[in-house]
């Protein structure tokens, strides 16, 4: 039941921006998207998160389609320390709990 | 403050055999998320914790998955009879606003090998 689409793998130049896609053409008008990275061996970390608007925080900006059927996370200027994988997710609100869905994850490389 | 801990970080058993893995919140967070993580693969949500509601357990794959929450505080899964396709990385997170702008705080994981 995945809500979400991304490419498997990208690289990206150390020092330019990475922009990761995502595809979540099913989302419902109050299901938020979220991004987590996962760098090897340890829990996956929070990055950004939004609705309708473009959020924008220390980490990186978040676009999001005016339709909401896609959405960029932006890292404006990749370090090697930001290869990792990155999850874009849809949080569904269920009674009085919200399920994260998951995706695949894209694997981003950040090379010198 | 201390994030979320998970214990052991290993765990390796053999066929069979009945595990225990234990989650410790951010001091304060009422919401608690068990998944786990196979091989290369997302994120699978196991079962759920909010306060002292009952839990959200639909995510469980077999009954030989249980979990516990005492006092609202450390969460312990436990796999029954454990087999092999069980490997996997375990992960707990936990949240302190189960609804608006909800963000998750995940633990490093428990990697589970069944032998």
């Known amino acids: 039941d995945a809500k979400t689409t991304q490419p498997p793998s990208m690289d990206c130049a150390e020092g330019r921006a990475a922009n990761l896609p995502c595809n979540h053409s099913?989302?419902?008008?109050?299901?938020?998207v979220y991004w987590y990275r996962q760098i090897h061996s340890q829990g996956p970390q929070y990055i950004i998160h939004?609705?309708?608007n473009n959020e924008t925080n220390e980490m990186a900006s978040l676009i999001i389609t005016e339709d909401r059927k896609s959405s960029t996370l932006i890292l404006p200027h990749a370090t090697l320390r930001d290869t990792a994988v990155y999850y874009c997710?849809?949080?569904?609100?269920?009674?009085?709990?919200?399920?994260?869905?998951f995706g695949s994850g894209t694997k981003l490389n950040v090379k010198p | 403050g201390a994030g979320v801990s998970q214990s052991p970080s290993n765990k390796v058993t053999e066929k069979g055999k009945d595990v225990e893995l234990r989650c410790d919140p951010i001091?304060?967070?009422?919401?608690l998320y068990w998944y786990r993580q196979s091989l290369g693969q997302g994120l699978e949500f196991l079962i759920y914790?909010?306060?002292?509601?009952?839990?959200?357990k639909s995510g469980l794959p077999s009954d030989r998955f249980s979990a516990e929450r005492t006092g609202g505080s450390v969460s312990t899964l436990t796999i029954q009879r454990t087999q092999q396709e069980d490997s996997a990385v375990y992960l707990c997170a936990s949240s302190s606003r189960p609804s608006g702008r909800e963000t998750q705080y995940f633990g490093p994981g428990t990697r589970l090998l069944v032998l």
């Open positions: 939004g609705l309708k």
């Open positions: 997710i849809v949080r569904v609100a269920l009674g009085n709990f919200n399920k994260f869905y």
């Open positions: 914790f909010q306060g002292n509601s009952a839990p959200d």
């Open positions: 001091s304060g967070h009422t919401a």
């Open positions: 099913t989302i419902s008008g109050n299901e938020y």
